[in-house]
């Protein structure tokens, strides 16, 4: 009996132990969590701010650039590797499909990932193939993707999705 009630004291120490320790990870880690609420990191260019200067060639030929934007133009940027990408990607179809503003879609990547999005977005937009680090993605400050801007006059004017549009 004397073992049991020694073997119960030793299993309650460890699970007080094993407590605190769960306590102490748990703090750290929300020190190292942003606050609920918290301002989302900028992935682009902000509204009311200045795109940069770049030249690109669409798909198709096209030779597009920051004064060619000068009317209201959608514009979305994806990239092959991007799980979230592919699943705005139909959303972003859909939008330019049924809108009479212009829409440049821009694939950051390349290889057969980027080419099956390609495909998706050829019939709905002009589409610019680009480095990750090329100069239209240096001009819209693209730290991460997706990311959608509606662009006038060389300013963005609105991001996101219609859905989730924040206007000037």
């Known amino acids: 009996m004397p073992y049991l009630v020694v073997a119960v004291i030793l299993v309650a120490l460890l699970c007080l132990v094993n407590l605190v320790l769960t306590f102490g990870v748990i703090r750290r880690l929300r020190d190292h969590e942003s606050p609920a609420g918290g301002p989302v990191p900028e992935t682009s260019v902000r509204v009311g701010e200045e795109i940069g200067p770049f030249a690109a060639t669409t798909t198709l030929g096209e030779r597009v650039t920051a004064d060619s934007l000068a009317a209201r133009t959608f514009v979305g940027f994806f990239a092959p590797g991007c799980g979230p990408c592919h699943e705005k990607l139909p959303g972003f179809v859909n939008h330019v499909s049924g809108s009479t503003v212009p829409a440049l879609a821009v694939v950051l990547?390349?290889?057969?990932e980027a080419a099956e999005m390609v495909t998706a977005l050829e019939g709905a937009a002009r589409v610019v193939i680009s480095p990750r680090e090329g100069a239209i993605g240096s001009a819209f400050r693209i730290t991460g993707t997706p990311a959608f801007l509606t662009v006038e006059a060389g300013r963005v004017?609105?991001?996101g999705l219609p859905q989730?549009?924040?206007t000037a």
Do not use: K, N
Not at 109 to 112: A, R, T
């Open 164 to 166: 989730t549009v924040a």
């Open 109 to 112: 990547g390349e290889g057969e």
């Open 157 to 159: 004017v609105a991001t």
